[in-house]
């Protein structure tokens, strides 16, 4: 029997099953998930999950406003634990330039009522007293950012949009976009075609692959992140807050009372996702450099995942252009969980009503061919 469905999301991350869920919240529609591995399997079930609103520009932040509100939201919502722990975003300046930046962009967050200010190096001190200080000049910090658990906040969506009607297929991969006439009309799999007019790619790090099957080039590329976790760390009892050396391109946070800390960033795209236990060694001196007291503590896992970056380092969110039926949720470069909640709601509103309530229009695919792309310093730094 010919299967068929209104819509068809190609990715069980934090995006598709957000997508998944608002639009079967917002419309009765048959939506099916089509997910290649498992739910989460992705980079989201490989990210630090950090939440921050410290952005640059009005849609970035207002993104991370909606989101902040969604993840207050899930006890009551999906049932579920986010876990949400906000123990805040502390960004650290080491020269004049980079502390500039960050009180200007501490500013033009302000006047969202975003609760960041820049802190001197003693307060630094007082909230971070084993960090090794002696290259910083000042930070920016927002107490109401922190971290949420990916794979809970991921399930918690899935589950909820099942409990809709959702579909959502595990191991089938989608193998080619379905066109007819200048329009898309489904997706093949190896388990046979799935017919619907309207296709969705949150692909994440495989955007730019899954738009090549639909004859349209998404410009988004993997590129491999490494994390490493610690044992306990006496001193992260009181949990710190994520904390990110500007300057060195390097971040940590407290996890379950270790130390969780960034690893090597590949210059080059790969799909590579081994972890690089070769190099752990200069991975610990680095964090050790800036956090000494990692010296006595000891390396218990380490993972790797995709980053899903676009040209601008920012999402591609909208309809795709000259492909009618085709949508674009791609490509959110490192910050695609906190930007996950909003992201499904506002791709849900675009698809069924032909509006957003927050206007998207700034990361549509178009600004790639009008020159008109985001600028975001911090998130060229990563976390
Ligand atoms: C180490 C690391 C740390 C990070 N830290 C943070 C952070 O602190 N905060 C933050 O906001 N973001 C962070 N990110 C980025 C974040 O993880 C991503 O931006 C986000 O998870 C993207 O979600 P997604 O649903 O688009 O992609 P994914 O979670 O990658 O989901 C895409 C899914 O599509 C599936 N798929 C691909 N091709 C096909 C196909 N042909 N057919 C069927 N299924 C297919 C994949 O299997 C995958 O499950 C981090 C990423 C990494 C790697």
Redesign the pocket.
Known sequence: MTETADIVI???????CSIAYHLAVQGSVKIVV????LIC????G?????IRQQFATDLNVRLSLESLQMFHRMRDELGIDPEFRQVGYLFMATTPKELDLFRRQAEFQQQYGIPVRIISTDEIRRILPYVQLDDIIGAAYCPTDG?AAPYEVTMGYASAARRLGVKVHEQR??TRILREGGQVVGVETPLGPIHAPIVVN?????GG??GEMAGVKVPVQPYR???FVTGPVPEFSQEPPLTIDYHRNWYFRGEMGGCLFSGPKDEESTFNTNVDWEHLAESVANAVARVPILEQAEIKRGWA????LSPDNNAILGAAPELPGFYLA?G?S???????PATGKLIAELILTGKTSIDISALSFDRFRTGKTVREPMTMHE?
């Open positions: 190609i990715g069980a991350g934090i995006v598709g089509v997910e290649k591995d399997s992705g980079a989201t490989k990210s630090a999950g950090g971290y991969a989608v949150a692909a994440g790090a495989e692959l899954v992140r490494q994390i995942g995709s980053y899903d791609t959110h490192g910050h695609g969980f906190m930007h996950g976390a």
